[in-house]
């Protein structure tokens, strides 16, 4: 069977690209090997099905991982379909032939279901990534096969001749360059092997070689067919004395007489074979949701609520949407989508596959017949991936409609938590907006949760088509205040996604503004004035700009004087929408200095029904209107946000010098 050849490349020599550059992540090799270990044994068990091969009673298939950092090796063990020396010489020294692809074009008529990994025969090649040496030996599952030993060193030559293998199925070996002993770490392997194989559909295994054996004991009930038991053990009963009411004694057996058995140590499995996603949803309790969760997210805290997909027509696509329950005083508001092929770790946050709104979840996608490139690692962004990620957003909005049409508690419950999420989608996607654009619900000044509509249809006899809304509800108070004095409401709106989902609410809803509480003051909040008191208004507007500006030293103040409701308020600072608005999203973009005011479009409004503003107008030379004009000032200022430390330590000097005042 000696042979000696050069490896046949169908377009051309491609071998350094592919042992340098194939893949990104060089530790993605134990995928691809794995894989092709999977693909061994599910040919098998299609043979099986099509009564081609006959399995011994009570089979188990399984993978093994054997590292050896003495020798720098690492093995990958199957115990699936074989190969024989002309299918080596077909599969493996044809870079770029699929053995897959041409299994299912033999057996297409045989078979419909296509669970087969491997689409286009580089994935073994990964090894020379890693590998200055690689081995295969092997043995097919037909009658009267011969073993095959395969070896090639990393360039384009390789030989062939008989191995001596016993048991069918494939062993390949790495011998490991200097660069990459690392994987031969069992700890290391441990670590890639959960990244990218932890839900691949056939068990897998990791063991050292030439670690001492260890043992543990069973009851002898529990030994399995497959267990090495070294010694059976029977422990006595254990019996103690007892006095009994007579006064004699008496010998009571506490414990039975067990028998067990001792084991060469079982295997530790390092993958689930049956994942919650390819189980029907009738078939998971919440629990199992629960700490799948917590196994894959390694998040321990519980989530909301879940979608499951299931969707065999018009393609195959299972998964697991989880809704977070985020902290955002500490978080990031950061998701993770798991993608599978077959159960098979692709990648994370796919953008192709997901829509970016849903990158915000946390949750597993497994659509076989997503479209891949050769390195499995992104995707063809083409009309079979958007129809997949239409369906994720119409499952997404159907399950958050039917939980407001038919659990509107729960819906408000969880409302704090799930907003950023709906509202960023309605932002970004057309068609989730129109779907979910009659759920948006917002709390109000009462705790209450209300739609928009009910809010403008409740408040168009006192503003109409005006929203007004609450950032922070510390330092709004004093509006709030007023809002709830005059009977009116708003909305609280405190996430950064607010600021532009209201601005794209604005632009969908022609005529509705919203505004801040604390911008330009509505009507509600001042008496009508005459025409006669208007001009004396605008008079004393001149003389306290003027007055204010001295006082404060800034010329840039815009004083502007009303009649308030309400005599107790002398002084508010007020931004007017659009320029709170920009400064916002200067501050978002870090665009220089952001401070809130001091800048274009701030207005100090003074109540010209308050006595203080009244005793500034009377004495505008004297000897406390300073004072005055700063505390009013910095008390406006107060009512948005703590003052600098060089004003705070002035306003106290300033209230304490007030106070000394009013005790002569």
Known sequence: ????????????????????????????????????????????????????????????????????????????????????????????????????????????????????????GLGFYSAFMVADKVTIDTLSWQKDAKPVHWECDGDSEYSISEGTRTERGTEITLYLNEESLEFANEYKAREVIEKYCSFMPVEIYLSKEGNEPEYETIDEDEVKPEDTVVEHIVEPAKTEEREKEDGTKETVEVTPERKRAKILQRPQLMNDIHPLWTKHPNDCTEEEYKEFYRKVFMDYKEPLFWIHLNMDYPFNLKGILYFPKINYEYESIEGKIKLYNNQVFIADNIKEVIPEFLMLLKGVIDCPDLPLNVSRSALQNDGFVRKIS????????????????????????????????????????????????????????EGKYITLDEYLEAAKEKHENQVFYVTDEEQQSQYINMFKKEGLDALILKHNIDQPFISSLEQAKEGVKFRRIDTDLADVFKEAPSEEETKALEEDGNKLTDIFKKALSRETLTVKVEKLKNPDVSSMITLSEDSRRMQDMMKMYGMGDTSMFGGEGETLVLNANNDLVQYILANPDGEHTDLICQQLYDLALLAHKPLPADALTKFVERSNKIMKLLAK
């Open 390 to 445: 239409d369906y994720i957003t119409k499952k997404v909005a159907d399950r958050l409609s039917g939980m407001f049409k038919t659990d509107r508690e729960n819906y408000e419950k969880y409302w704090d938590d799930i907003n950023p999420f709906i509202k960023f989608g309605c932002i970004k996607d057309q068609k989730f907006n129109e779907k979910m654009k009659d759920y948006i619900i917002y709390k109000n000044l």
């Open 1 to 120: 069977m000696n042979k000696q050849g050069n490896l046949s490349i169908n377009s051309e020599n491609l071998f350094p690209i592919i042992k340098k550059w194939l893949y990104s992540d060089h530790d993605i090799f134990y995928r691809e090997l794995i894989s092709n270990g999977c693909d061994a044994v599910t040919k098998l068990k299609k043979l099986e099905i099509m009564g081609e091969y006959q399995l011994e009673d009570n089979e188990k298939f399984k993978i093994q991982v054997v590292v050896n950092p003495d020798e720098k090796t690492l093995k990958f063990i199957d115990n699936g379909i074989g190969m024989t020396d002309e299918e080596v010489e077909e599969y493996i020294t044809q870079i770029a032939f699929s053995g897959a692809t041409d299994f299912l074009e033999k057996y297409k008529d045989k078979t419909n279901e296509d669970q087969i990994i491997g689409h286009f």
